[in-house]
């Protein structure tokens, strides 16, 4: 099973900060690879797929980049409404895995 | 938006078994692999089984092998999960959730709880 580490596990930023988000994988899952953003009480939203690609209707502040075994999730300047729990997952290998999450906490 | 819509989570003993269902309103249901994710309270996510569009392959989570099984009626744009053998680490909210790429789509979820 591909473990997912993501770091930190809670980051403390002000709005208007640039975030930065890390997900490592035991072992390469290529590009295979998205981003979801969960907000207290709702069902999560994809917000990146396959690595790099912002889903349909996510604002352009939202970026990401990697493959094989190291991703990063990079929010540009963060809006009051991007502070949530974000979580990586993959999809190269059964049994599919996500990472633990981190938490986008307002400093 | 389309929203997948998931029904029969509740409230069974640990040994027992829930079936959940989820209604898939869209058009294409017969053509995407379905998935069940789930989140047990204050943790995180947890993919848990998927099965191709047309029922022919089925992935399983370690965690529920022999004891859960993910099954489909295209007629009705429904996908299922049959859950024996519960225990009270199966406590979650079970999503269904679809999508090329990624999973575009979500339900609201079912709550399994369970409990002696």
């Known amino acids: 099973e591909i473990v997912l580490t993501q770091s930190p596990a809670t980051l403390s930023l002000s709005p208007g900060e640039r975030a930065t988000l890390s997900c490592r994988a035991s072992?390469?899952?290529?590009?295979?690879l998205a981003w979801y953003q969960q907000k207290l009480g709702q069902a999560p939203r994809l917000l990146i797929y396959?690595?790099?690609n912002r889903a349909t209707g996510i604002p352009d502040r939202f970026s990401a980049s990697g493959s094989g075994t190291d991703f990063t999730l990079t929010i540009s300047s963060l809006e009051p409404e991007d502070f949530a729990v974000f979580y990586c997952?993959?999809?190269?290998?059964?049994?599919?895995?996500f990472g633990q999450g981190t938490k986008l906490e307002i400093k | 938006e389309m929203q997948l819509v998931e029904s029969g989570g509740g409230l069974a003993q640990p040994g027992g078994s829930l079936r959940l269902s989820c209604v898939d309103p869209?058009?294409?249901?017969?053509?995407?692999?379905m998935h069940w994710v789930r989140q047990a309270p204050g943790k995180g996510l947890v993919w848990v089984s998927g099965?191709?569009?047309?029922?022919?392959?089925?992935k399983y989570a370690d965690s529920v092998k022999g004891r859960f099984t993910i099954s489909r009626d295209n007629a009705k744009n429904t996908l299922y999960l049959q859950m024996n053998s519960l225990r009270t680490e199966d406590t979650a909210l079970y999503y269904c959730?679809?999508?090329?790429?990624?999973?575009?789509?979500w339900g609201q979820g079912a709550l399994v709880t369970v409990s002696s």
């Open positions: 959730v679809s999508g090329t790429g990624g999973y575009y789509f």
């Open positions: 869209g058009f294409t249901f017969s053509k995407n692999w």
């Open positions: 099965m191709s569009g047309d029922g022919s392959f089925t």
């Open positions: 072992q390469s899952v290529s590009s295979y």
């Open positions: 396959e690595a790099s």
């Open positions: 997952h993959q999809r190269s290998n059964w049994p599919y895995t």
